[in-house]
């Protein structure tokens, strides 16, 4: 199972902290969105990571930084897959709204694809689940994907397992960690969070 964390969009204090500590804890997929920041903030937030974690960091913004720094790879969206340069040489990932685009990024070979919002958003106010969950668990029962599908949008420790229920291949954190770390909860919390519903996906999948 997928279990990746999406950054905070804005720039805040003692996140690369935090993401050091994930790593640490055996995070694989960090996911570097900062809409609207520019390169000095984001080549500031690479050089306060471990060296040896950097190959766990995607990209979604400043793709041209991919090759300055050994991070993972880069993520693409409906804007910019045009550009992409196909097949790939580094880890790629795409964020889809719907079952439809899913279908349509099949052909590019995806490492995985967010599908999004799944729940309503913990960090977005007013951005509410757009799926319905029988609907989501018919899809991924009848359509045979080669992309992994990872649910993105609200998931936090009460629904994680409806997710993995649904049938996606990993799941996405962003305002699970965020929102309790901007109000002040301790990083050793926050990475214990991190681990029970890291748990609570793959305790199905263990023998």
Not at 38 to 62: A, E, K, S, T, V
Not at 175 to 197: C, Q
């Amino acid at each position: 199972m997928i279990t990746a964390v999406i950054s905070s969009t804005e720039m805040i204090e003692k996140e690369a902290v935090l993401a050091n500590t994930l790593f640490e804890a055996g995070l694989k997929y960090f996911h570097l969105r900062k809409p609207g920041t520019g390169i000095n903030h984001i080549i500031n937030f690479l050089n306060q990571i471990n060296p040896g974690y950097l190959n766990r960091i995607i990209l979604h913004n400043n793709h041209d930084i991919l090759g300055k720094y050994n991070v993972k790879g880069l993520h693409f969206n409906q804007y910019n897959i045009v550009s992409a340069n196909r097949p790939f040489s580094f880890h790629a990932s795409y964020s889809a709204h719907s079952c439809e685009e899913i279908l349509e990024i099949e052909k590019y070979h995806f490492d995985y694809a967010f599908l999004s919002p799944v729940f309503d958003s913990i960090s977005k106010v007013g951005y509410n689940k757009q799926f319905d969950n029988e609907f989501l668990f018919e899809f991924f029962r009848t359509v045979a994907l080669k992309t992994p599908v990872v649910a993105l949008g609200g998931v936090d420790e009460e629904n994680v397992e409806t997710a993995v229920k649904i049938g996606f291949k990993g799941i996405a954190f962003l305002g699970a960690i965020w929102v309790p770390f901007k109000a002040g909860v301790s990083e050793t919390r926050i990475v214990d969070k991190y681990l029970r519903m890291e748990e609570l996906c793959n305790k199905d999948l263990v023998l």
